[in-house]
């Protein structure tokens, strides 16, 4: 079973940065795509952006384009997120999220880390 391991959460101020990182690890990796999804205290779990595990192609949502970039290691099996000038709307648990080949949906998740924005 492939497991997936969130990190690099923490507490900033806002106009900061920082960089999540997702590790693959288990049975060999088959992955079509993976991402990234946030909850925030209060709300549903909401989609943050995506890699495609083949071409690489990417894709945010509206809140963070400009200020997030997704990236990938395809050899280590990981994905990153740099996060910069967050502010405190991005406060929230931010998952990683794998979607298998052969699954339409993402079927895979990490345990979450915590990002806190204060202001």
């Known amino acids: 079973q492939v497991r997936l391991v969130e990190s690099g959460g923490g507490l900033v101020q806002a106009g900061d940065s920082l960089r999540l990182s997702c590790e693959a690890s288990?049975?060999?990796?088959?992955?079509?795509?993976m991402g990234w999804f946030r909850q925030a205290p209060g709300k549903e779990r909401e989609f943050v952006a995506s890699?495609?595990?083949?071409?690489?192609?990417?894709y945010y949502a509206d809140s963070v384009k400009g200020r997030f970039t997704i990236s990938r290691h395809r050899i280590k099996n990981m994905i990153f997120l740099q996060m910069n000038t967050l502010n405190s709307e991005d406060t929230a648990v931010y998952y990683c999220?794998?979607?298998?080949?052969?699954?339409?949906?993402?079927?895979?998740w990490g345990q979450g880390t915590q990002v806190t924005v204060s202001s």
């Open positions: 999220a794998a979607q298998t080949v052969g699954s339409s949906e993402y079927n895979t």
């Open positions: 288990g049975r060999p990796f088959s992955s079509y795509a």
């Open positions: 890699i495609r595990w083949s071409g690489g192609t990417t």
